[in-house]
């Protein structure tokens, strides 16, 4: 299976700091990378697909960046609303996989 | 609007079975792939499986962790996912995600229910 690791695992940042979030595949997946966004207690919710893409309705600090093996999220101005743990996801191969997560939390 | 709304959770013996079920709305559930996705107390995600489409022949695909004991059927005219689970372990206690997988060409998950718990223990 392809293993997605995600770095940090954790972080704290600053309310309008940028913020990167980094996704590795230990092989090619093309560009068929999803992040999601998960708030305490809730479900996760679709912020990017095949890479770079901004679902609907997501706000366009948000952006993703990246194909074969490396991966980025970037948050441009962090907002309090943004306090979530984030995972990566990658549908090249079966099974699909989801990288460990990264909490982020606010300074 | 669309949406999914899973039940069927619960407290089960080691060794039993459980079926789980996802009801769809507001949008045309036969159109859509759909997934199984489950997370264990305090853990990460983890992909349990998908059906596809009619036109798929609805076939499936499951995580190694699963397969043999995990089904995931469903039945368009009542536009409901299920998942039958059999020989439950402990280490199957989760919240367990029901999710639409999108038309898109790399099939990400666009719309979750809001999950339902599953605990395995004597």
């Known amino acids: 299976a392809i293993q997605l690791t995600q770095s940090p695992s954790s972080l704290s940042a600053s309310v309008g700091d940028r913020v990167t979030i980094t996704c590795r595949a230990s092989?090619?997946?093309?560009?068929?990378l999803a992040w999601y966004q998960q708030k305490s207690g809730k479900a996760p919710q679709l912020l990017i697909y095949?890479?770079?893409s901004l679902h609907s309705g997501i706000p366009s600090r948000f952006s993703g960046s990246g194909s074969g093996t490396d991966f980025t999220l970037t948050i441009s101005s962090l907002k309090p609303e943004d306090v979530a743990t984030y995972y990566c996801?990658?549908?090249?191969?079966?099974?699909?996989?989801f990288g460990q997560g990264a909490r982020l939390q606010i300074k | 609007e669309a949406q999914l709304v899973e039940s069927g959770g619960g407290l089960v013996q080691p060794g039993g079975s459980l079926r789980l079920s996802c009801a769809a709305s507001?949008?045309?559930?036969?159109?859509?792939?759909m997934d199984w996705v489950r997370q264990a107390p305090g853990k990460g995600l983890e992909w349990v499986g998908r059906?596809?489409?009619?036109?798929?022949?609805?076939?499936?695909e499951y995580a190694a962790s699963v397969k043999g004991r995990f089904t995931i059927s469903r039945d368009d005219s009542k536009n409901t996912l299920y998942l039958q689970m059999k020989s439950l372990k402990t280490e199957d206690t989760a919240v367990y995600y029901c999710?639409?997988?999108?038309?898109?060409?790399?099939?990400?998950?666009?719309?979750w229910g809001q999950g339902t718990m599953v605990t395995v223990s004597p």
């Open positions: 999710a639409r997988v999108t038309t898109t060409t790399t099939f990400p998950l666009d719309i």
């Open positions: 507001g949008f045309t559930f036969s159109d859509h792939y």
């Open positions: 059906t596809r489409r009619k036109v798929n022949s609805y076939t499936t």
């Open positions: 092989q090619g997946i093309g560009s068929a």
């Open positions: 095949d890479a770079s």
């Open positions: 996801q990658q549908f090249h191969t079966y099974p699909v996989t």
